[in-house]
């Protein structure tokens, strides 16, 4: 599987250290070449101690599509950022996406998928600006797309977030 391309950069609050950023930034490249900018986003219950970046990239065709963000040992997870993209399908549907491991529980979403193997998918993409936590430390959380039809060549599941 493919790891997404990210930067990321912290800002500073008055009078605090590289160790405890005051928000981070999410720049980078989906696994289908797109660019995407985030907002800055504040990592909630940061300790002090920073916090560790996460993210997976997913790419498939005619199958579910899934990308995790790993959990660690005494921390939380937090997702900022979702896309999930690519190109049509023989017949119009949907994809449902399915967000899970989250504190308010299991988020699911409906991509419309169009007509067409080489039409493109409306992206859906969104960075939250409070991220979402994990429903307790060290678990995982999971977004995944099924299949957007037969005669798909190219779905593209990416999540991005942290741990602290």
């Known amino acids: 599987m493919a790891q997404p391309s990210f930067t990321v950069a912290r800002a500073l609050g008055q009078g605090e250290s590289t160790q405890d950023a005051a928000a981070v930034f999410?720049?980078?490249q989906n696994a289908d070449g797109s660019v995407f900018f985030g907002p800055p986003v504040d990592p909630i219950g940061r300790s002090g101690t920073g916090t560790t970046q996460v993210?997976?990239?997913?790419?498939?065709?005619?199958?579910?599509?899934?990308a995790t963000l790993t959990g660690a040992a005494s921390v939380f997870t937090y997702l900022s950022y979702v896309y999930v993209g690519g190109l049509g399908a023989?017949?119009?549907?949907?994809s449902t996406i399915t967000i899970t491991g989250l504190s308010q529980g299991t988020?699911?979403?409906t991509l419309p998928i169009p007509a067409g193997a080489t039409v493109g998918v409306t992206p859906f993409q969104i960075t939250f600006p409070i991220p979402l936590i994990s429903s307790a430390a060290n678990t995982?959380?999971?977004?995944?797309?099924?299949t957007f039809g037969a005669g798909n060549t190219s779905a593209q599941v990416t999540a991005l977030g942290f741990t602290a």
């Open 26 to 28: 999410l720049s980078g």
């Open 55 to 66: 993210g997976q990239s997913s790419s498939g065709a005619a199958a579910t599509v899934t």
């Open 90 to 94: 023989t017949a119009a549907g949907t």
């Open 107 to 109: 988020m699911t979403l």
């Open 140 to 146: 995982n959380i999971v977004v995944s797309a099924t």
